[in-house]
């Protein structure tokens, strides 16, 4: 026969068991939304080489210069991110550091920013790129939010224009009052009954 003591350190280990079963899974939650990969599956066959033989002429550019081309590369993890935010944010993503390599390789082989652009184009398409090309059909995408804009604004203008100069609004003509052919004691009448009516 268990003792109340026993009983209720049984009963304590249940309740922080279940309590540990509820917190457990919101701090991954918030950690995942921490790092901007929140619900996003990791797919580590997402990540494609892209390799260039080296020129032998050394680094084509600075470190910093490099972090800021690796900002114009979508990481192609699942997130929404671009390479050096996702490696130095999400330190579980498996396809920012080889991404990250790749670019290091190319710098070290002594390709400019645009040829490793290039080369991570070829790879992967047009998808790898933070913002599309701005040229053909993309071209599209970059001015046609400026053109709605500036149509809507001219078509607000006009419309202003045209309410404010339009002509006043005529008086409605009086309506025409019709004889009325009745004797005085008919019309004594007809009051009597409206008032009547009226009470």
């Known amino acids: 026969m268990p003792t109340r003591r026993q009983f209720l350190a049984t009963l304590g280990a249940s309740v922080a068991t279940a ?3 509820r917190v457990l899974p919101a701090q991954q939650a918030m950690q995942g939304m921490n790092t901007g990969t929140a619900n996003v599956p990791m797919d580590e066959a997402r990540y494609r080489p892209v390799r260039l033989p080296s020129r032998g002429t050394g680094p084509s550019m600075s470190n910093t210069q490099r972090d800021a081309l690796e900002h114009q590369i979508h990481c ?10 996702c490696r130095t944010t999400d ?3 498996q396809v920012s550091p080889p991404m990250h390599h790749d670019v ?3 710098v070290e082989g002594g390709y400019s920013g645009q040829e490793i652009i290039g080369a991570f184009v070829n790879v992967y398409g047009e998808r790898v790129l933070m913002e599309p090309e701005k040229r053909g059909f993309n071209l599209a995408g970059w ?8 149509g809507g604004t001219a078509l607000v203008i006009a419309l202003l224009r045209r309410w404010r100069h339009a002509p006043p609004a005529t008086e409605p003509e009086p309506v025409a009052t019709l004889p009325v052919h009745a004797t005085s004691d008919e019309l004594e ?5 409206v008032r009547r009516d009226d009470a």
Do not use: K, Y
């Open 76 to 85: 192609q993890c699942g997130c929404n991110l671009d390479v050096f935010t």
């Open 91 to 93: 330190f579980s993503c």
């Open 19 to 21: 309590s540990l079963a």
């Open 189 to 193: 009448r007809l009051d009597h009954l």
């Open 104 to 106: 290091m390789a190319l």
């Open 143 to 150: 001015f046609m939010p400026f053109v709605a804009l500036g």
